[in-house]
């Protein structure tokens, strides 16, 4: 029977700066559109992104994209038939979307592509690695005002072309 100390905990590892171990089993992290991840288990070291997806417990998996979400923050797409090495340092996180496209968007000059066709204020945020408290995040409207987009509220990228966002400083007045 499997223990929690026969898992290798890929976030624990990076965290403590240890090398990855050769064997699985792995604890890696799966999250959706709003980055609420949970703890799966996946025992292939290079496993495919159908298996990754069939560990998402999600079904029909061509029904779904995945992605990676590398530690540095850039997403990469992985297809079914594509692998991953998940001892390669960073590859920790997984992205599943119920959609079978990619929007793509610009995030203070960094391109990402994101698997549904709205994105989350404070997905944009954790994505350009701001602090969400002091920083806010807007679209770039041509010819009209730029967006806001709040912490909650979501932006729309099925708009042809690619969307344009930027963060900065929220202005406060303390009195």
Known sequence: METNHDIEDILQALETDRAIRDH???RILIGDELLDYRPAVIADPVPTGRQVLE???VHPVLEFSLYQLFRDGQLKELLPDDTTDLRTAGVE????????RSFRLDLDGKVFDWGVGKIQGRVLKVLAKVDPI??????EIPGKEDLAISDTNFANLE????EHFFTGIVKTTEG
């Open 24 to 26: 699985g089993p792995y």
């Open 55 to 57: 560990t998402a417990g």
């Open 93 to 100: 996180k997984f992205i599943v979307f119920h959609s079978d």
């Open 134 to 139: 002091t920083y806010g995040v807007w679209q």
């Open 159 to 162: 708009t042809a072309g690619v």
